[in-house]
């Protein structure tokens, strides 16, 4: 496809259920990052991945969350024992190198919304 | 870490007439500034960015400024339409990243009037 796409788009699920979140990016992009949005807020980091390497995880939350992108392609988010503080939009984003400036192309997110 | 501050949380402005929402960021070091735009429901779209070997971008109606000794940058929006209506952010690529972490503004909610 032309963008980066995500989905589900939106994802309920009780407290303590284990989630996965999927993210196509942009084909050949190298580049690929997973931000997490609260309501009113902007994005905020939570792992970069350079091809299939995880580079940074950094901004993880917790030991919950997991994050894997095997061939260099795809990449799942996942939650595990989901709390109510995990409601956010979960965003990904693809560039097509690994520099510090280039530009970044988001998708429209999944919705989490834990009961 | 990087740190980005973003004013002012709203704006509210006319159709035609401009529009200027300010950041400022605490790294030094920061080499990379982008704006993005946020429609309900759709991820951050990228309007425009600048490195910092540059002072200022201009690309139609929109335009960005950087002052790299205040640390501030600005987007300017000329000739306001109804369609800029959105959310607004700026973010900033912190100098001791080398593949380009963003560090995000609050974001400004801009409404255009018609």
């Known amino acids: 496809g032309a963008g980066v796409s995500q989905s589900p788009r939106y994802k309920v699920a009780k407290r303590g259920q284990d989630v996965a979140l999927r993210c196509d990016p942009i084909?050949?992009?190298?580049?690929l990052f997973w931000y997490q949005q609260a309501l009113g807020q902007g994005p905020e980091f939570l792992t970069y991945?350079?091809?299939?390497?995880?580079?940074?995880k950094s901004g993880l939350p917790s030991d919950r969350f997991f994050a894997e992108r095997p061939e260099g392609s795809v990449s799942t988010l996942k939650i595990q024992r989901t709390q109510q503080e995990d409601s956010a939009v979960y965003l990904c984003?693809?560039?097509?190198?690994?520099?510090?400036?280039?530009?970044?192309?988001f998708g429209d997110g999944t919705r989490l919304s834990i009961l | 870490g990087e740190n980005v501050e973003q004013h002012p949380s709203t704006l509210s402005v006319q159709e035609g007439d401009s529009a200027v929402i300010k950041c400022t960021y605490s790294?030094?070091?920061?080499?990379?500034f982008p704006w993005y735009k946020q429609e309900l429901g759709k991820g951050p779209q990228l309007i425009i960015d600048?490195?910092?070997?540059?002072g200022e971008k201009k690309d139609q109606r929109i335009a960005v400024t950087l002052n790299k000794t205040a640390k501030h940058f600005s987007l300017h929006i000329t000739e306001t339409q109804p369609e800029d209506s959105a959310v607004y952010f700026c973010?900033?690529?912190?100098?001791?990243?080398?593949?380009?972490?963003?560090?995000f503004g609050q974001g400004t909610i801009l409404t255009v009037h018609p």
């Open positions: 600048i490195r910092s070997n540059v």
């Open positions: 790294d030094s070091a920061s080499n990379y």
């Open positions: 084909s050949g992009h190298v580049s």
């Open positions: 984003a693809s560039s097509s190198q690994g520099g510090g400036n280039q530009p970044q192309h």
């Open positions: 991945f350079q091809n299939e390497a995880q580079l940074d």
């Open positions: 973010a900033a690529v912190a100098g001791g990243t080398s593949y380009g972490k963003l560090t």
